[in-house]
Structures are given as structure tokens and as C-alpha cells.
């Protein structure tokens, strides 16, 4: 026990466990805000065209009782909203992504029109406000350059900027995409995942390196892993984000949607986690004595 407690005040000591350190980036349920400006205030119109802000709503809901309705509209640059917060960098121990950690993030997607052509319906995990390198911009939801016939059928959809996406046969299986092209939404239907249905629905993506040389995706549809993406970009093109977005800001064909439960976390790598739990039992121990 003594050994115990001397190697793991040595890595105290050394730092060892104070690298990277998991962190709960943004969570918001929508449900503690007062009214529309107080939504407002938070998460900033961005739209050009009135008018500009999503609708805090409580026509719908993941977590009773509100979310955040897109209204349809057939207008270009309406009902937008972002959110700026900490670099998901200042997280980790390198001072950027490193191998085996993760940033997670998801929301709930209310999809009110399954049978019908996927409108530009989605939200975007940003590196600066106007992106425009490799992994700047991830995006789920739904959007409009593929048909419900695309790629398979009825899917949810998903982007990477800079990622060219291939219309040959996918290594992990699933539906060919018949729609490709760089930048271009992808369906998130590789490994039997439910297609769409109305009402909510989980969007998760999962980012990683597992070689500190390029840029790693998991996506998941409620919980089910729906789509893998590895090996894109390049060590400089490892983002660290600071801002997600709600809404595109483009016609929808008069297609509504609703966004809740908004979160995002950064993960360490497994053993820095584990360091950091053998110590506080350490220190619990040696407070008890």
C-alpha cells in the first residue's frame, strides 16, 4: 500500500495526471429560458433575413417542455442561431486533439416529414465562424443534394468539410453512396441502422485521431453506430472547435424541424482517465487515514 500511494503521489507530482482532463464543453436542454430573447442572448441570430432566430418552442420536445423549432420556410437566410464557447483544445494535454481522445457531440432531431425529400435541415460543430479547411465543419441532420431514393433510402445525413465522398463500394458496407463529391452530405446508413421516422431522434458524432496524423469520425443515429469516416486530413487539419450553429440558413421547401438536448464534451485518452482515478482514490485513502 505504501508503494501504491508513493507511485501515485509521484504522478501527481510529475503531472502526469494533470494533462488532458475530461470536460463538459456545452449542454442545454433549451428549458431554462425564460422566453425568446433569453434564447436569444445564448445563442445569437444569425440569420441576415427577418426573420433570423430560431423559435423557442414547446410545440415539441425531447426534454419537456421546450426546444427550438426551424420553422419551413422557402426563404433563403433566415432562422439561424450560433453559440460560441471554450476551444475544445484547451482540453487536452497537447493542446490540440490527441490520439485516443474524443469530442462528442449530439443533440435530439425532430424529423417531421420521414416520406418526404430530405430538406436543409441540420447543425453544424464549427472551427471559427466561417469555415473553409479540411474538418472546419461537421454537420447532421438532413439536406437537400440527395433524394429519399439516394444512396439506399430514407437516411439521416451527415458532412466533413474537405471530405470528398466516394460513390464506389463503401469498405465498412452499407448502400453505395449514389451522390457524391467533396464537402458533399453523405446518408448515415452503413451498419443496419433504423432509417427515418417521424419524431426524435439522436444524432451523435464521435471525433478522433488514431495516429496524430489525421482526423477519425463515428456517427450514430439514436445510440446505433450509423457511418465511419477515418484518415482525413492531415496533422494540420486536426481541428480544435469553438462554435455549433442551428439551423442552414436556407430554404427548407417549407420543411420544419426542431433541435434539443444540444451537447458537448472532450474525452482523454483511457489511461489518462484512469491515472486520474487511481489518484483520487489516493487521496481519498490517504485522507481517511
Known amino acids: 500500500m505504501k508503494l501504491f500511494k508513493f507511485a501515485i503521489a509521484a504522478l501527481i507530482v510529475g503531472g502526469s495526471v494533470s494533462g488532458a482532463h475530461a470536460g463538459l464543453i456545452l449542454s442545454d436542454n433549451f428549458d431554462g429560458y425564460a422566453d425568446q430573447a433569453a434564447f436569444e442572448a445564448a445563442w445569437t441570430p444569425i440569420g441576415t433575413v427577418a426573420p433570423k432566430s430560431g423559435v423557442l418552442s414547446t410545440a415539441q420536445s425531447s426534454s419537456s417542455p421546450q426546444s427550438i423549432q426551424v420553422p419551413g420556410t422557402g426563404t433563403t437566410s433566415q432562422y439561424r442561431n450560433q453559440r460560441s464557447f471554450t476551444e475544445t483544445s484547451t482540453f487536452s494535454s497537447s493542446g490540440n486533439l490527441g490520439i485516443g481522445e474524443k469530442v462528442i457531440w449530439s443533440f435530439d432531431f425532430y424529423d417531421s416529414a420521414p416520406t418526404g425529400a430530405p430538406a436543409r435541415n441540420y447543425s453544424n460543430l464549427q472551427d471559427t465562424t466561417a469555415p473553409s479547411g479540411t474538418n472546419q465543419l461537421v454537420s447532421m441532420g438532413l439536406n437537400n443534394n440527395q433524394s429519399g431514393a439516394n444512396s439506399g433510402g430514407q437516411y439521416y445525413m451527415a458532412r466533413i468539410l474537405g471530405y470528398t465522398v466516394p460513390t464506389t463500394a463503401d469498405p465498412d458496407g452499407g448502400p453505395n453512396e449514389s ?6 452530405y453523405f446518408k448515415l446508413n452503413d451498419f443496419g441502422v433504423g432509417s427515418r421516422s417521424l419524431g426524435w431522434h439522436n444524432l451523435k458524432a464521435v471525433i ?12 450514430y443515429v439514436d445510440n446505433v453506430l450509423a457511418e465511419r469516416v477515418i484518415n482525413i486530413g492531415s496533422t494540420s487539419s486536426i481541428r480544435s ?12 421547401a417549407s420543411t420544419e424541424a426542431f433541435f434539443d438536448n444540444m451537447h458537448l464534451e472532450y474525452v482523454p485518452e483511457p489511461s489518462v482517465l484512469l491515472l486520474s482515478s487511481l489518484a483520487s482514490v489516493a487521496l481519498l485513502f490517504a485522507r481517511r487515514r
Do not use: K
Not at 478522433?208 to 456517427?219: H, K, M, Q, R, V
Open 179 to 184: 451522390v457524391g463529391g467533396a464537402s458533399a
Open 208 to 219: 478522433t485521431t488514431n495516429d496524430g496524423l489525421s482526423t477519425d469520425y463515428e456517427f
Open 241 to 252: 472547435y469553438d462554435n455549433i450553429r442551428i439551423g442552414s440558413g436556407l430554404s427548407n
